[in-house]
């Protein structure tokens, strides 16, 4: 039995690991300063994670 990710899950893994390090990491210092992000710029992540299809992946 295979119990090794699919070429799909491949992808979808490194998707989400680019968009982490990319978009989200450089945030993190502004965040743990300030305590939450601006208005602006989390939509501006939560537009970015729609169109990569990872925004509300847990929701099915």
């Known amino acids: 039995m295979d119990f090794g990710l699919t070429e799909e899950q491949r992808l ?3 998707t989400i690991r680019a968009f982490v390090r990319d978009e989200l990491k450089p945030l993190e210092e502004q965040v743990e300063r300030d305590g939450r992000l601006d208005d602006t710029i ?19």
């Open 12 to 14: 979808l893994v490194s």
């Open 42 to 60: 989390a939509d501006d992540i939560r537009r970015r994670s729609q169109a990569l299809g990872l925004y509300a992946v847990n929701i099915p």
